[in-house]
């Protein structure tokens, strides 16, 4: 049944694109809302009838992945949540990804946010993934949420130096100093990997500038699309690795799945939201190309 | 007097945090935090003032019958609402008066609204009434209500299943589905704008195509795409972003400059 959808969504889609180019031939252009139609039924369509894909990890992912992979078990993680419900579709699947692997290559985990909203998502990460994959870990001993501060930038100038002045307790406001995972940990240099998500602003930018170059601490970053880019200037040296939107998530899940037989059985939905945006960015990529001969027959006719 | 002072406490400040960063000293450190301590402390109270503009621009709207004025409401009751499910949470099974207390306080908010925006002297003391009558209600239910409880200093409240629906199954999905509607413009702005008019246009649109075939593995030679997208992204990409940044930062350096030696005053408004 569910091929049966996916061959009639693929056919009213190219069937209906083909006809555009015909339209486009005799230099017609195409409305907003048709594209609009097309865009819809893209999206939908392998949300109804799923469409999985397999992925390979590309290597600025890779270089994430393998440092958390090759760490010592025991090593000292701190994961910052710092987005808020709209990136929440991008960046959450990487922070469920990226939790479960370090927690089952049995790292100590310290979870944080500096954005309010980050603070109830990173609370989603604790119920939906840590709880019920993890339930012999211990909270403040395996892991442990010291959850929002507000300060922005300032939290983070401060912890560089001194985490348990800006953070004195845990999130369920137990004392740090109370807690053993934080027996060894005084500041963000004692952290073997500081992975921060997010995009905005505070973010993975400035995790690099205030905590990451000044404490030589190693940086692994996860961020919604439209914010990658910008940060390649800062990769391999300044971040080890890095994962840009549903793509880098997707990439990511893929290699856990390869490499950590538990993981298989787990929801991977990067993997599962790569059907409907590889079949928008193939409709897109159409548009494109429909718009260009609607454009050259349009000169041509101009000309003559 | 009202403008020399806060040049130069700008000038101080601003020239002890230039030197400061070169001097690691723990003294220096001290008082470095200290005064990012200051800045988390203005922060908050800069939170208060947001809220209290929030209401004055809010009221405004309604007194001027503004277009959609009325949805001012609505932000209003959902920012107290928020603050209330995040500050309160059931002590027993039930709930009490809970969701009779959150109607009160919520009906106060739009009493106290619409006392602000009327300019009828009768209208005013009635709304007046309105408020202070449910005011006292509503600190009434909280008093005498043991089915809940405040939590100022705990963050019981966030465990509050009121604020988890409201924050999951309100607030995610509509900034979600801003969020996503981005795909529909992008989709629209994409077919009219990637078009081969000249030759920067044509190198634009080839490594748009470049990078949106990167993600796709029906394209043939998707391996060949897959390495040309990924020079595109880390050497083009790289350098042209790594100018921006470096021209970012002599940016920030020279308007700091111009702020601490007073040339720039924008920051002063018109006082």
């Not at chain 1, 339209?23 to 469409?51: D, H, N, Y």
């Not at chain 2, 043939?220 to 997208?229: C, F, I, K, L, T």
Request: net charge neutral.
């Amino acid at each position: 049944m569910a091929h049966l959808g996916v061959i009639i969504s693929m056919l009213v889609i190219f069937g209906g694109l083909a006809w555009l180019l015909f339209r486009s031939i005799k230099g017609r252009e195409v409305e907003r809302r048709v594209i609009f139609v097309f865009i819809f039924v893209a999206v939908a369509a392998p949300i109804l009838f799923p469409i999985t894909f397999e992925e390979h990890a590309s290597p600025v992912v890779k270089g994430l992945f393998d440092h958390i992979d090759t760490l010592p078990p025991g090593s000292r993680v701190l994961i910052s949540f710092d987005y808020d419900p709209a990136m929440a579709p991008e960046v959450q699947p990487m922070a469920n990804a990226i939790s479960f692997h370090c927690l089952d290559r049995g790292h100590k985990v310290v979870f944080m946010s500096l954005w309010a909203t980050g603070q109830t998502l990173l609370f989603n990460t604790l119920e939906d993934v840590i709880r019920p994959e993890f339930p012999d870990l211990i909270d403040g001993v395996d892991f442990i949420s010291t959850g929002y501060k507000a300060g922005n930038e300032g939290v983070l100038n401060v912890i560089v130096s001194d985490f348990k002045k800006m953070f004195p307790t845990d999130v369920n406001g137990v004392p740090l100093d109370s807690v053993p995972i934080f027996d060894e940990i005084n500041s963000c240099a004692d952290f073997d990997l500081i992975v921060a998500l997010g995009g905005g602003r505070p973010g993975p930018k400035e995790w690099v500038l205030f905590v990451g170059d000044p404490a030589d601490v190693p940086i692994g970053v996860g961020v919604a699309a439209v914010v990658a880019p910008q940060l390649y200037p800062y990769y391999p040296r300044q971040i080890i690795g890095m994962l840009g939107g549903v793509k880098g998530a997707a990439e990511y899940e893929s290699e856990l799945a390869h490499r950590h037989e538990r993981f298989k059985n787990m929801a991977q939905p990067g993997l599962k939201m790569m059907g409907p945006q590889t079949l928008a960015h193939i409709v897109i990529i159409c548009f494109i190309v429909i718009g260009n001969v609607a454009f050259f027959r349009s000169r041509r006719r101009k000309g003559n | 007097m009202r403008r020399q002072i806060p040049f130069g406490l700008v000038f101080i400040f601003g020239i002890f945090m230039v030197f400061q960063f070169f001097v690691p000293h723990e003294k220096s450190e001290w008082v470095y935090e200290f005064l990012l301590d200051w800045i988390i402390v203005i922060g908050i109270f800069a939170l208060a003032l947001g809220i209290w503009s929030l209401f004055k621009v809010s009221v405004e709207k309604i007194k001027q019958g503004k277009e959609g004025g009325n949805y001012s409401y609505i932000t209003l009751v959902g920012l107290y609402m928020m603050m209330a499910f995040g500050f309160t949470q059931q002590t027993g099974d039930g709930w009490g008066l809970y969701f009779l207390w959150i109607m009160l306080c919520s009906a106060c908010i739009v009493s106290l609204m619409r006392l602000r925006a009327s300019t009828d002297s009768g209208k005013k003391r009635m709304w007046a009434l309105a408020s202070g009558g449910l005011l006292v209600a509503a600190v009434l239910v909280a008093i005498f209500d043991d089915a809940w409880a405040f939590f100022l200093y705990t963050p019981e409240g966030l465990e509050n299943s009121m604020f988890e629906i409201f924050f999951d199954h309100i607030m995610m999905p509509i900034l979600a589905t801003m969020f996503s509607l981005l795909a529909f413009y992008i989709a629209s702005a994409a077919y009219r704008a990637f078009r081969a008019r000249n030759v920067l246009a044509s190198l634009l649109l080839l490594a748009a195509l470049l990078v949106m075939s990167r993600f796709n593995p029906f394209i043939p030679g998707a391996e060949y795409v897959a390495n040309a997208s990924n020079w595109l992204m880390n050497v083009p990409n790289l350098a042209a972003q790594r100018a921006i940044v470096i021209g970012i930062g002599l940016g920030i350096v020279g308007t700091a400059l111009k702020i601490i030696l007073g040339i720039e005053r924008g920051y002063m408004g018109r006082g």
